[in-house]
């Protein structure tokens, strides 16, 4: 961003005469907004063109938004110098998110994380869903939300896209028809602000996230161990060896998953403890500290390096934090970048895990005439 001083009386004039450069606080001419939202195309899926959405905010930040998955595909914010770096994994082309993603930047669903066993009952009917993760269902199953073409619209205001997908009752064994509107919004203090909605015409179970993998270090080619983590928890829903809370909302104080105190990421990852050997690494849902319904900060991210930080904030009760754990190097991504492991963290706001299967976990079952309503924002800034 440029700017230049100059006495307000000049600077109105300009301003009115030109058109040109708004005028800021004490007169401080400011640069022309770069703000502007382009729409091309991204690879096509089945003969159907896939529309990518490029969002620039005032100061010629951007997000890259595609119809398949609705998944951010990049994300350039500035580090403390002002250089413009994307901030998440992903690929180059549409072929390589449809031919093996550990679901870089997309929206996860009908049911994000695990539902143990592929299995629930919701009104004494039971119902089975697809076992793609050791014994348990996640991400919503084979063909989840994150591999479905949403039909993506600008929306009024100019800042945003609302993206819509209709899941068919039965659809990877889920019961009801599922009409859902996800709507991105970039904002001009560079806030990624994501709302997600739905309804069903049965009873059925919903939990939305966003899975991207930041790295705040510039594109995911360096390690995030370095990165310094703050999350808002107390407590915590421990798993079993196979990812699925055991039902208990347990005390972080005193275990190496505690992030109350801002920690570097790799500074405990290989300790001792049955959590970490559960998750191979960090893998865990953090039950957020609030003081009632609304939005609620989540997490921080800072990294020293670039002093980008990421503060995340959510309306829902928890939040993944995954060290992407399973990132091997075998995925090349942008730019012909292998991402090793560790070379991206998520934080996916959430209600827990397998909760379909936990009466005492917030509910997530969603009834005709419900509306399921949730926003999560990713701030981006320096210091
Ligand atoms: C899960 C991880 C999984 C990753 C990619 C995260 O949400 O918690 O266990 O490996 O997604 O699938």
């Given at each position: 961003m440029w700017f230049r001083k100059s006495p307000v009386v000049p600077c109105l004039l300009l301003c009115v005469a030109l058109l040109g450069p708004s005028c800021g606080p004490g007169g401080v001419e400011e640069a022309p907004s770069m703000r502007g939202l382009e729409v091309s195309e991204f690879g096509s899926v089945d003969g159907h063109p896939v529309k990518l959405f490029a969002l620039t905010n005032d100061s010629g930040a951007e997000v890259r938004i595609i119809e398949y998955g609705g998944i951010v595909v990049s994300l350039s914010v500035p580090d403390r110098e002002g250089t413009m770096g994307d901030v998440v994994l992903g690929f180059d082309d549409l072929e390589s998110y449809i031919a093996d993603t550990p679901y870089f930047g997309a929206i996860t669903g009908r049911y994000a994380n695990r539902i143990a066993k592929g299995t629930f009952e919701i009104d004494g009917i039971v119902y089975e869903l697809p076992v793609n993760n050791g014994p348990n269902s996640l991400?919503?199953?084979?063909?989840?939300?994150?591999k479905v073409v949403w039909e993506g619209t600008p929306t009024e205001s100019g800042d945003g896209v609302d993206f819509v997908y209709v899941s068919a009752d039965g659809e990877e064994g889920y019961p009801g028809r599922l009409e859902s509107n996800v709507t991105y919004t970039w904002t001009d203090a560079n806030e990624l602000r994501i709302d997600y909605e739905s309804t069903t015409d049965k009873p059925t179970v919903i939990n939305l996230t966003n899975h991207s993998y930041f790295n705040l270090g510039d594109g995911g080619a360096g390690s995030i161990l370095g990165h310094e983590m703050t999350i808002n928890a107390d407590t915590y829903t421990p798993v079993d060896a196979t990812s699925i809370p055991t039902g208990e909302i347990a005390?972080?104080?005193?275990?190496?998953?505690?992030?109350?105190?801002?920690?570097?990421?790799?500074?405990?990852?290989?300790?001792?403890h049955q959590q970490l050997h559960f998750g191979a690494g960090y893998d865990h849902n953090y039950v957020v500290n609030r003081d009632g319904p609304g939005m609620a900060l989540a997490a921080t991210v800072h990294d020293p390096g670039t002093g980008r930080t990421m503060d995340v904030l959510t309306e829902e009760p928890g939040v993944q934090f995954y060290s992407g754990n399973f990132l091997d190097g075998h995925h090349i991504g942008k730019g012909g970048t292998p991402y090793q492991h560790r070379s991206g963290f998520c934080l996916e706001t959430q209600h827990y895990p397998d909760s379909p299967n936990q009466p005492d976990f917030p509910t997530t079952v969603l009834r005709p005439g419900e509306t399921y309503s949730t926003a999560t924002v990713y701030k981006f800034y320096t210091r």
């Open positions: 991400h919503g199953g084979i063909k989840g939300f994150d005390a972080l104080e005193g275990t190496p998953l505690d992030f109350r105190q801002a920690t570097a990421i790799g500074e405990r990852i290989e300790e001792d």
